[in-house]
């Protein structure tokens, strides 16, 4: 009985270890598990964005939501996802412009349901919601300028140097100022170059805005001034406060068809509150001011303001305010158009020009814009498809001379899933890191592509040399070559991260990102995989 | 069999006899490269032909389908030296916009080109412009340089890390930069406007060219086994080839495939394929003689 139940033992042991064994030269090994985890990862970041799994997902994306709106108060906001309109449904940003056209704007208020992935949200109103919306991205990476579309500057001081603190005020002045325009999706940062140049790069995604080389270069000095007296100046030091978006302290108030008869204009007004300071010299310049002989109302003197020295209106000042210190200004202006729509609009474009000159304050300097770009979405999105297109046919006709060259079916697919995968996972952590993809970013995900196959290529050939060596010596010895061939061109890349204002870095990263996922996690997996074809 | 072995013996002793005969091609073509430069840049005080990317102005893509013949003579008229080209989708062979490139300001070529066509062209909408200053180009231009030279010298301090050793060191560092210099010399030769993505394509190929000179370099001094140095050098030879070809092949193919709508990737392509084709020589004769030429008189020496 004893020595039935020992020998029971013994027969399970064994069958263990036997098993064990067969289990081990199943395991994959580390540097393999490595490679499948960082792929995974990869394809999680580029397929699952902020907004889910969106690659088969129809709907248009809500990109902004008016502050304050009745959209907003219905509970429209940004980054929800509409899926249909009044049940009908929406796929795309063509069926919902052209669904809204047809339904607004309308005569009286109408319901509106908007499905949302989330819930039902229903609004009434006459206008239309007062949303952007913009197709769904189907993955997360994220394409530069020349590929999406948008604007980008280089902008540098006008005959002067400018240093680094001044950089880093212009950089902060000129956001303010791109937000108060309402320019949501900018960028803007200060560069330096390699020969010691500062540049302000401006960066701004989607349509480009009209005016946007005199929203950047203007100099925003802005004066108003009696007679030769500067009673205040733009920004927080003089202007405390300057009403905007309140229709009660800032309005267009009168259109009217000018004398000619030929066009139009229409007038502006908003509220600004004076500083302490400011109020007071306006006091002490006031009282020195007689009150006009012929127009008793008012001061002898008018209030003008200047925008780059250039008068841009005059004010009567009231008696009442003679020696008074006051706050409370009222600045107007005026915008002429064709029609009164135009005219309306451009009084609407003037008062905010003036109001963010008057928030921001003037810049000390003049600005030179050193390169500007815009570039029409139109063309990238085919610029995409066909560098897809390109990227596979070299793929494929690389694989098939490999495939001559060694007449080994599973290593030369091996070599293309790899390289597949070496894409994937470049593109896995442009997206992680939240990287533009940019024409130059390509070249440099091709170029290491190119590298990888070389690469992928001495392993191959080393492990099928004929020598007595281990198949382990002679991947260590196709290492020693790879990773000579990876250093040279690290170092080659780094200039480039700084030279030319820093617009050729994308190519320096995603190269130097590309090289490196090969030389410490595709290749490495490559010999392991080597290995096992060979045992 | 019998015979096809005696071949190759006849062969390898063909290259045995005439190694060293073999240096005087890429020594000539080094001399003719360097007197060519010379001239060229007596002429035109630079080393290469610069785009506007690099010289200064402007870049306007036309969306749609236009006249580019007379658009360009109008062009021509106003603003001089004018580069105009179409981009035309790849299947079905339609145009889908012009480009137009001259050394003139945004502002001028816009009117002009408004004037010409007769409507509004809206910036980022139905054109896109992408103009650059002259200073700015230039600025541009000479950092691109310094970046060639301080790459060029890195990867040189690399490769002599790598080997240490100082002629087969210098002889990887000579076939990078003839296959550069060679390059640059064929591009000019060709006529070719550089930009900043040439130059980019240049720096690949510090990369490129290095690796199958890493390659034979390694193989030969540091693969300690039973092979004869003509067997480390054919085989190397054979493995160095096949990557050029790969690479060159996969580049040939992607450029069939951009060529009718990147001027960028084109460019880039372009030049590469130049310094492939040039790689292959400089490695497989220039580093290979001399590699050879070094093994051989140091194993007589040692």
């Not at chain 1, 042991?13 to 994959?28: A, H």
Request: proline share 2%; aromatic share 10%; net charge neutral.
């Amino acid at each position: 009985m004893l020595s039935q139940r020992r020998n029971q033992d013994e027969k399970t042991g064994n069958f263990f270890s036997f098993g064990r064994g067969n289990l081990q030269m199943k395991k994959l090994s580390f540097r393999i598990w490595l490679f499948i985890i960082i792929l995974l990862i990869s394809l999680l970041s580029i397929f699952v964005s902020p907004y889910g799994f969106t690659l088969f997902q129809k709907g248009v994306l809500i990109v902004s939501v008016e502050q304050n709106s009745s959209s907003f108060e219905a509970g429209l906001r940004q980054g929800q996802i509409i899926t249909a309109i009044d049940g009908k449904s929406i796929a795309n940003i063509a069926d919902f412009s052209n669904y809204i056209e047809e339904k607004f704007p309308s005569e009286k208020a109408v319901k509106t349901i908007i499905t949302t992935k989330d819930s039902d949200i229903i609004l009434y109103s006459n206008n239309a919601p007062n949303i952007t919306v913009s197709n769904i991205p189907k993955t997360s990476i994220k394409t530069g300028l020349d590929l999406s579309g948008g604007a980008r500057a280089l902008v540098q001081a006008e005959g002067k140097e400018l240093s680094s603190d001044e950089i880093n005020d212009l950089v902060s002045i000129t956001k303010n100022r791109l937000n108060v325009y309402g320019l949501l999706d900018i960028n803007v940062k200060a560069i330096l170059d390699l020969s010691g140049n500062r540049f302000m790069l401006i960066e701004i995604a989607g349509a480009t805005p009209k005016d946007l080389r005199s929203m950047i270069e203007s100099q925003g000095k802005f004066e108003a001034k009696i007679g030769n007296d500067t009673v205040f100046i733009g920004g927080d030091r003089d202007v405390a406060s300057v009403c905007r978006n309140d229709a009660t302290c800032a309005r267009i108030e009168t259109c009217q068809q000018d004398s000619s008869g030929r066009s139009y204009y229409c007038k502006f007004i908003f509220t600004i509150y004076l500083s302490e300071d400011a109020a007071k010299r306006h006091a002490d310049i006031t009282n020195t001011i007689d009150v006009n002989a012929t127009n008793p109302e008012y001061l002898s003197k008018p209030l003008e303001l200047y925008v780059d020295d250039e008068l841009v209106d005059t004010l009567l000042i009231s008696r009442d305010l003679k020696g008074q210190v006051t706050t409370q200004i009222a600045v107007s202006g005026s915008g002429t158009g064709e029609t009164q729509d135009d005219a309306y609009k451009a009084a609407e474009e003037n008062m905010h020009k003036l109001q963010t000159i008057l928030i921001t304050g003037s810049l000390p300097y003049k600005l030179e814009i050193a390169k500007l770009d815009t570039i029409s979405p139109l063309l990238g999105q085919n610029f995409v498809k066909y560098i897809i297109i390109a990227g596979i046919a070299a793929l494929i006709s690389a694989s098939i001379l490999i495939f001559i060259r060694y007449k080994k079916l599973k290593q030369s697919l091996t070599v293309i899933l790899i390289s597949l995968a070496e894409i994937l996972i470049i593109l896995g952590i442009a997206a992680i890191i939240d990287w533009n993809l940019d024409l130059a970013s390509i070249a440099g995900i091709l170029a290491s592509i190119g590298t990888g196959f070389d690469d992928q290529i001495v392993i191959l050939d080393e492990s099928l040399h004929k020598s007595s060596q281990s198949l382990k010596q002679k991947i260590k010895n196709a290492f020693a070559i790879i990773m000579g061939a990876y250093f040279t061109v690290l170092v080659s890349l780094l200039p480039l991260m700084w030279a030319g204002g820093g617009l050729l870095k994308g190519f320096a990263i995603t190269t130097i990102i590309g090289i490196s996922i090969g030389v410490f996690i595709t290749r490495p997996a490559f010999g392991d995989i080597l290995k096992r074809m060979e045992d | 069999m019998e015979e096809q072995q005696n071949q190759e013996i006849n062969k390898k002793n063909w290259h045995d006899k005439h190694y060293k005969t073999l240096l005087l091609i890429p020594i000539a073509l080094l001399l003719f490269s360097f007197v060519y430069m010379g001239i060229f840049y007596s002429q035109h005080h630079d080393f290469f032909l610069k785009d506007i990317s690099l010289k200064g102005g402007t870049s306007v893509t036309i969306n749609g389908n236009l006249d580019t013949p007379s658009l360009k003579n109008a062009l021509i008229d106003k603003f001089g030296e004018v580069n105009i080209r179409k981009i035309s989708n790849f299947v079905t062979g339609e145009q889908i916009a012009t480009v137009v490139e001259t050394t003139a300001n945004a502002e001028d070529v816009k009117a002009f080109l408004e004037d010409y066509l007769g409507y509004e062209l809206i910036e980022g909408e139905n054109s896109s412009f992408e103009s650059t200053n002259a200073s700015l180009g230039k600025s541009f231009y000479n950092q691109l340089l310094i970046a060639i030279l301080v790459a060029f010298v890195f990867m040189a301090i690399v490769v002599f890390i790598l080997f240490r050793t100082f002629i087969p060191s210098c002889a990887v560092v000579l076939s990078a930069f003839a296959d550069i210099f060679m390059t640059l010399v064929t591009v000019n030769l060709l006529g070719i406007k550089m930009s900043s993505a040439g130059i980019i394509a240049l720096l690949m190929l510090i990369g490129y060219s290095v690796d199958t000179d890493i390659l034979l370099t390694n193989r030969v001094l540091r693969r300690h086994d039973e092979t004869t140095l003509n067997q480390k050098l054919l085989s190397s030879f054979k493995t160095g080839v096949t990557m050029s070809l790969v690479s060159l092949i996969a580049v040939f193919v992607a450029l069939l495939f951009v060529k009718s709508f990147s001027s960028t990737l084109d460019q880039i392509f372009t030049i590469l394929i130049i310094g492939l084709v040039f790689d292959i020589f400089n490695t497989w004769v220039t580093n290979v003689s001399i590699i050879k030429w070094y093994v051989i008189s140091k194993e007589k020496s040692g």
